[in-house]
């Protein structure tokens, strides 16, 4: 496990991620039943922008840095926004918000969130983090282990994301297998999986096995920096959505153009959100 998410805090994987989750979870607290949040991957928690990973990368400069000071920001990104703008009262942009603080971010006193992070100092600072909120749990654990000891919640309402770092050659057929599993154990939760544009056949791989897998209802939402022949490791990244709240495709449909105009590179930066597999 070498991967340490603070190299990458802020960047336009997690401008996206982020917007998308925001969108999710807020959706959930309309209604007043409790929700639970399972985070498998959940990393830190906060990530210091002035801190020497930041500072060594830049990456964050590309992502939420060209966002943060936006004053006619789009109707799309407010919610993200107002989540990363809560985090740094001053008004200045130094910390970064992990996933499990956006999704905090809406949750009420009913709902309920489960961190897991096998990283022992990444799990170390985000226990720390939550340490005062009684509606957190924090786990030292295997990500995909915990769909198995987690599923499905008490609430029977709520949210998965799947966030890995994607280090190992396998990490597509994993999360392929655990989504499937985790689906029969909670065929009606919402599951958000997030994965990288580095090899567009992996990627096309990926989805054919979601589509095979029987599971329905799966929206997919990219976003494209980069062409895909390009030497970059990384050139966008996507998210599938099982089972998403309602509209969330009309929404992906508003917010995506957005982020391609405001994250582009030297090149057009492209989009998708269709559904992978209809209802
Ligand atoms: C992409 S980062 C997560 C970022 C976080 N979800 C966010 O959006 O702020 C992936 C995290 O997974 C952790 N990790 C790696 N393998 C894991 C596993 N098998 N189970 C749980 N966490 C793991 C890494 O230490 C890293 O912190």
Same mark, same amino acid.
């Given at each position: 496990m070498n991967y340490r998410h603070a190299f990458h805090a802020g960047n336009f994987a997690d401008v996206f991620k982020h917007s998308i989750l925001v969108r999710v979870v807020k959706t959930l607290a309309v209604k007043d039943k409790p929700f639970c949040y399972l985070d498998t991957h959940a990393g830190s928690g906060r990530y210091d922008l002035a801190?020497? *990973?930041?500072?060594?990368?830049?990456?964050? %400069? *590309?992502?939420?840095g060209r966002?943060?000071?936006?004053t006619d920001c789009p109707a799309e990104f407010s919610d993200y926004l107002a989540c990363v703008r809560a985090f740094n009262p001053h008004g200045t942009l130094r910390y970064y918000p992990g996933s499990p603080h956006f999704a905090k971010h809406f949750a009420r006193a009913q709902d309920r969130l489960v961190l897991c992070e096998l990283h022992p100092e990444a799990y170390a600072l985000l226990k720390q983090e939550f340490a005062r909120d009684a509606r957190v749990a924090v786990h030292l654990q295997d990500g995909y282990r915990a769909l198995k000891a987690f599923? +499905? +919640?008490? =609430?029977? %309402?709520?949210?998965?994301?799947?966030? +890995? +770092?994607?280090?190992?050659?396998?990490?597509? =057929?994993?999360?392929?297998? *655990?989504l499937a599993s985790a689906h029969v154990r909670w065929p009606s939760g919402i599951y958000a999986v997030w994965y990288p544009i580095k090899d567009a056949g992996a990627v096309a791989r990926f989805h054919r096995v979601i589509r095979e897998s029987g599971?329905?209802?799966?929206l997919l939402a990219e976003l494209r920096l980069y062409p895909d022949d390009?030497?970059? %490791?990384?050139n966008g990244c996507g998210m599938l959505l099982v089972n998403p709240p309602w509209k969330t /495709?009309?929404? /992906? %449909?508003?917010l995506l153009p957005v982020l391609a105009r405001l994250l582009r590179q030297d090149s057009d930066a492209s989009f998708r959100a269709e559904w992978l597999v209809p209802e």
């Open positions: 801190g020497d *990973a930041a500072r060594k990368t830049g990456e964050y %400069r *590309a992502g939420v966002l943060f000071d936006l599923l +499905p +919640p008490t =609430e029977r %309402r709520g949210l998965v994301l799947i966030d +890995p +770092p994607y280090e190992a050659a396998d990490e597509f =057929e994993r999360v392929a297998q *655990a599971i329905r209802e799966v390009s030497a970059i %490791r990384m /495709l009309e929404s /992906l %449909r508003c």
